[in-house]
């Protein structure tokens, strides 16, 4: 492109690559520029609209990807929770649904993806399963389970009512917020609530993230090694963390206590700034603490 036009302007956000291979990098670019002797000029643009514009969250998110995670002290305008349970995050979106918003939850892609479905199903296949120790002793455990978004869209055969969008519909068309999205379905959109769950690929320990590319059901990335595969996944979950335009709730599979993870950690019992509609009864509504294209996916 350099090569074959007078001006060349790319925007590029480099923390958006989430395979090998793919994108390209301010340093690529500056080095193609100078071997055809042509004028690099890097300009940083340091001001965004995502997530309701608010600066705050967006570096809360980056300092907790790639940085020192601090605490999350609110801002004006946008809401941040912490799901205890998958069940929880669900009983939210349900709930933000229901008074009208588009709500979705994504994960990691760390589940098995059932493509084909019989002639005449009426329902998804729930791939994604998580199982949910007991809330207290004596209790019960359950196991959660849920259905990736749909490769081909998912209709009643007797009343033709939609039940599930196709996968690229996902964000924005009816029944999408009954099926989780990957990175694959919500990178580039926004919804005005986002549950994310950080799957079994990132976890935290002794004050660093680690990865685990071996629980990754990405053919391009569970062959790489833990230290390839980290920023693969760190840049995967900034961008599930930065699609709500107003709220974001989070649950980690982690099993790591709550006072080592630093997306599972609250730092007050609730954001009571948080409007009611975006509080729904079963989720506490806690601010989490921070101490320490087409593809053949779903």
């Not at 760390?110 to 199982?131: F, K, M, V, Y």
């Amino acid at each position: 492109m350099i090569k074959e036009v007078p001006l060349a302007v790319v925007f590029l956000d480099e923390r958006q690559i989430i395979r090998p291979d793919e994108g390209t990098t301010v340093e690529e670019i500056r080095n193609a520029a100078q071997a055809l002797g042509r004028a690099h000029h890097h300009l940083e643009l340091t001001g965004s609209f995502r997530c309701s514009g608010s600066a705050a969250y967006t570096a809360w998110v980056d300092a907790l990807m790639y940085g020192t995670p601090t605490s999350w002290t609110g801002h004006t305008g946008y809401h941040l929770g912490l799901a205890d349970d998958p069940f929880q995050l669900q009983e939210w979106i349900e709930h933000a649904t229901a008074q009208g918003h588009t709500a979705r939850t994504a994960a990691g892609f760390c589940w098995p993806w059932t493509r084909t479905r019989s002639r005449g199903a009426t329902t998804l296949p729930l791939d994604i399963t998580i199982d949910v120790p007991a809330a207290r002793p004596g209790g019960a455990a359950r196991t959660w389970r849920a259905a990736w978004n749909a490769a081909t869209a998912l209709t009643d055969p007797d009343t033709g009512r939609p039940l599930a969008p196709h996968s690229q519909l996902w964000a924005s068309h009816t029944g999408g917020h009954q099926q989780i999205g990957c990175i694959y379905t919500a990178q580039g959109l926004e919804y005005h609530h986002a549950g994310v769950i950080i799957g079994p690929d990132l976890t935290w320990k002794n004050g660093h993230w680690h990865a685990h590319p071996q629980h990754s059901r990405d053919e391009a990335l569970r062959h790489l090694t833990p230290t390839q595969y980290l920023p693969y996944a760190l840049n995967t979950y900034r961008v599930l963390l930065t699609r709500g335009t107003h709220t974001t709730h989070i649950h980690t599979t982690d099993p790591t206590p709550t006072t080592s993870s630093p997306a599972s950690s609250p730092s007050v019992e609730e954001d009571r700034r948080a409007p009611p509609q975006y509080r729904s009864p079963g989720v506490a509504g806690r601010a989490p603490r921070c101490s320490g294209r087409s593809r053949r996916t779903p």
